[in-house]
T-cell receptor
């Protein structure tokens, strides 16, 4: 398996634009997590899904952020409209049911100018 | 409220030294404590993990020490090598919740000098 795949690896956008980050979890993994990493706040959990259903979105900073998982092999994190303070590295991770290890993708570095 | 506090923020040691990274948690419901290692441009990867029923766990050169009464745990790297230079994150989760939702410390950037 190729691991968790995220795209794009880098994204530069202008303030106010819509940004969509994509994630393909490891096949067979039932849990999918979206994290945001910044120097100030470290790794923060934004939202997680179990069997494609959002379970906890309490970490989503505000209504500008939304996440979907239309099927077991794909998830998106959307920011609309984007702001400079959204600049960060966004990670997707997946985990199998009953497992303890979360497998992370390589991340998307988002820069909002 | 930061539930897992990690220190130091950065650490520089010479090759062969034993860096120690410390973490403290507040929530006594936490019962799974992993450490993740992250290299530049990569996602975090599981390094080693411990449950509170043991006080120490070793895997190769990496050791976790766990003090349940003090709500603290630490990572020791024996005979550190330049290839160990990375950012290390401690984390904690509650297994009973099913999701093993991880709460991370803020990370320690380790540099091992040749």
């Amino acid at each position: 398996d190729a691991g968790v795949i995220q795209s794009p690896r880098h994204e530069v956008t202008e303030m106010g634009q819509e940004v969509t980050l994509r994630c393909k979890p490891i096949s067979g993994h039932d849990y999918l997590f979206w994290y945001r990493q910044t120097m100030m706040r470290g790794l923060e959990l934004l939202i997680y899904f179990n069997n494609n259903v959002p379970i906890d979105d309490s970490g989503m900073p505000e209504d500008r952020f939304s996440a979907k998982m239309p099927n077991a092999s794909f998830s998106t994190l959307k920011i609309q409209p984007s702001e400079p303070r959204d600049s960060a590295v966004y990670f997707c991770a997946s985990r199998p049911q009953g497992g303890t290890e979360a497998f992370f993708g390589q991340g998307t570095r988002l820069t909002v100018v | 409220q930061q539930q897992v506090k990690q220190s130091p923020q950065s650490l520089i040691v010479q090759k062969g030294g034993i860096p120690i990274i410390n973490c403290a948690y507040e929530n006594t419901a936490f019962d799974y404590f992993p450490w993740y290692q992250q290299f530049p441009g990569k996602g975090p990867a599981l390094l080693i993990a411990i449950r509170p029923d043991v006080s120490e766990k070793k895997e190769g050169r990496f050791t976790i020490s766990f003090n349940k009464s003090a709500k603290q745990f630490s990572l020791h790297i024996m005979d550190s090598q330049p290839g160990d230079s990375a950012t290390y994150f401690c984390a904690a989760s509650i297994s009973g919740a099913g999701s093993y939702q991880l709460t991370f410390g803020k990370g320690t950037k380790l540099s091992v000098i040749p």
